[in-house]
């Protein structure tokens, strides 16, 4: 968990947008994005009242710290890291950004793999990666459809990453608070911050789609 927290605070969300995207792409909050659910009795935004700020902000000096605890706890000097990304141009980049981030702690060294989707979904999928640029999108607007990924039974869950009360919470949110928004709302941000604070994926960036409408 220290190596995962490390691996995020190199990572400067809002130089990723600003100097390599360029397309009003957004810092990531969180895992769950901005406008994708909101309050039903304040009003306000899933993600701007759930935010772990620690698991996507920028600190080098506090990331060399956690890699060195963490490292330390896991007996290895070194650490070769491969890096698996789509071919287009968007994720090399991305990717490139993360290696520079990721090389600025002593003894880690990442190898980038960028390959057609395709061929990149099916090593994910198969569990058969060190760390990958990948995106998510529901297909309807509620923080459960981006949290349930992450349950450990899930098919898209190949990351390795499980967390017993994380599950309990979402089950709870569709079982038995189904009707209950209040207490429904409150699981999902819990479980939300269980996976932020145990940085169980690392955000980046919200995407953008630019669009030339005429008038």
């Known amino acids: 968990a220290d190596i995962r927290k490390a691996f995020s605070l190199t990572i400067d969300r809002k130089a990723l947008v600003n100097n390599v995207l360029k397309d009003g792409s957004k810092a990531a909050l969180g895992f769950i994005p901005v406008g994708l659910g909101t309050n039903a009795d304040t009003g306000k935004d899933f993600a701007k009242t759930t935010q772990v700020k620690s698991a996507v902000s920028y600190d080098l000096a506090k990331a060399k710290k956690l890699y060195a605890k963490g490292a330390k706890a896991a007996g290895i000097t070194s650490l070769n890291v491969n890096l698996l990304a789509d071919d287009t141009d968007n994720s090399k980049a991305v990717a490139e950004y993360i290696q520079g981030a990721l090389e600025k702690l ?63 919470l ?46």
Do not use: C, H
Not at 121 to 148: C, E, H, I, R
């Open 106 to 168: 002593s003894g880690v060294k990442v190898t980038i793999t960028a390959i057609p989707k395709a061929q990149r979904l099916q090593k994910q999928n198969s569990g058969n990666y060190d760390m990958v640029v990948t995106a998510w999108q529901s297909v309807f607007a509620d923080p459960y459809n981006f949290l349930d990924v992450w349950l450990s039974n899930a098919s898209y869950n190949n990351s390795g990453w499980k967390n017993a009360e994380f599950d309990k």
């Open 170 to 215: 979402l089950d709870e949110s569709e079982n038995k608070d189904g009707n209950n928004v209040a207490a429904r709302w409150s699981a999902l941000q819990k479980a939300e911050k269980i996976l932020m604070n145990d940085q169980g994926t690392i955000p980046l960036y919200q995407a953008n789609t630019l669009q030339l409408v005429k008038s």
